[in-house]
């Protein structure tokens, strides 16, 4: 064993998310599951094409009214 090896070290927060884990090992999958729901989903090209060419471009500063 090396002089400065140490001994293995795990954070509070390490210890209680293997503990949540082992008490319920359903979790992860929950997880995706509602990842899911929000994050991976597909994106229709046509909106989005739609979308960026009904922009407005915005004034320099936008406080500012038109005055004509």
Avoid: H, N
Wanted: glycine share 2%; hydrophobic share 35%.
């Amino acid at each position: 064993m090396s002089f400065f090896a140490r001994a293995p070290y795990k954070s509070e927060v390490s210890m209680f998310i293997d503990e949540l884990k082992a008490r319920k090992p359903s979790l992860e999958s929950e997880q995706r599951a509602g990842r899911e729901l929000l994050w991976d989903r597909s994106l229709d090209r046509q909106a989005l094409q739609a979308w960026d060419k009904a922009r407005v471009p915005q004034q320099p500063y936008v406080y500012q009214t038109k005055s004509s």
